[in-house]
T-cell receptor
Framework: DGGITQSPKYLFRKEGQNVTLSCEQN?????MYWYRQDPGQGLRLIYY???????QKGDIAEGYSVSREKKESFPLTVTSAQKNPTAFYLC????????????FGPGTRLTVL | SQQGEEDPQALSIQEGENATMNCSYK?????LQWYRQNSGRGLVHLIL?????REKHSGRLRVTLDTSKKSSSLLITASRAADTASYFC?????????????FGTGTQLKVEL
């Protein structure tokens, strides 16, 4: 089954803790993206990576970090510096670095207690 | 910043009726895409229209693009209860986009039996 997987589906974290969200794809896509979605809102870009070992900040990168050591994996760490981390996080990928169709994972809902 | 703004924010119709959603954007674009999101799930790509195209069809979907007015519309004909979802437009800006999409705030569509 080809696609993008995100884990876990639901994640609870205490204030002050870092947490890492997983995103894996077996589509052989070059580019991967992380978005944040708040209730009733659109998607805001956190980080994106067009190639292994390279990534760029999106519109709301503060308080987040990423790595891209493998083509198929793009984990996102939500650090304690992120002031309002409770949100729905979506990972996506595209075949190349172009802006054609993005393929989305099912999302991870992070709640900070 | 949100490039695309959808209108209306919410729409409720009866099954069998047509649903029209609009998207306005601010800068010149290479393409505009429409995505669908069921509650609590990832986004699914519906259709892409390029800046040199004016209209595109896919099944019950019809998308128009007016670059002079910087606007697009998505028409869903003969709606079904299963069409209930949020619909987002996403734009690829010509300049400064850096190979990334900017998503609008979405239209919540409810199709009632």
């Amino acid at each position: 089954d080809g696609g993008i997987t995100q884990s876990p589906k639901y994640l609870f974290r205490k204030e002050g803790q870092n947490v890492t969200l997983s995103c894996e794809q077996n589509l052989n896509h070059d580019a991967m993206y992380w978005y944040r979605q708040d209730p009733g809102q659109g998607l805001r870009l956190i980080y994106y990576s067009q190639i292994v070992n390279d990534f760029q900040k999106g519109d709301i990168a503060e308080g987040y970090s990423v790595s891209r050591e493998k083509k198929e994996s793009f984990p996102l760490t939500v650090t304690s510096a992120q002031k309002n981390p409770t949100a729905f996080y979506l990972c996506a990928s595209t075949p190349t670095g172009s802006t054609d169709t993005q393929y989305f994972g099912p999302g991870t809902r992070l709640t900070v207690l | 910043s949100q490039q695309g703004e959808e209108d209306p924010q919410a729409l409720s119709i009866q099954e069998g009726e047509n649903a029209t959603m609009n998207c306005s954007y601010k800068t010149s674009i290479n393409n505009l895409q429409w995505y669908r999101q069921n509650s609590g799930r990832g986004l699914v790509h519906l259709i892409l229209i390029r800046s040199n195209e004016r209209e595109k069809h896919s099944g019950r979907l019809r998308v128009t693009l007016d670059t002079s007015k910087k606007s697009s519309s998505l028409l869903i004909t003969a709606s079904r209860a299963a069409d209930t979802a949020s619909y987002f437009c996403a734009t690829d800006e010509v300049t400064g986009g850096g190979n990334k999409l900017t998503f609008g705030t979405g239209t919540q569509l409810k199709v009632e039996l």
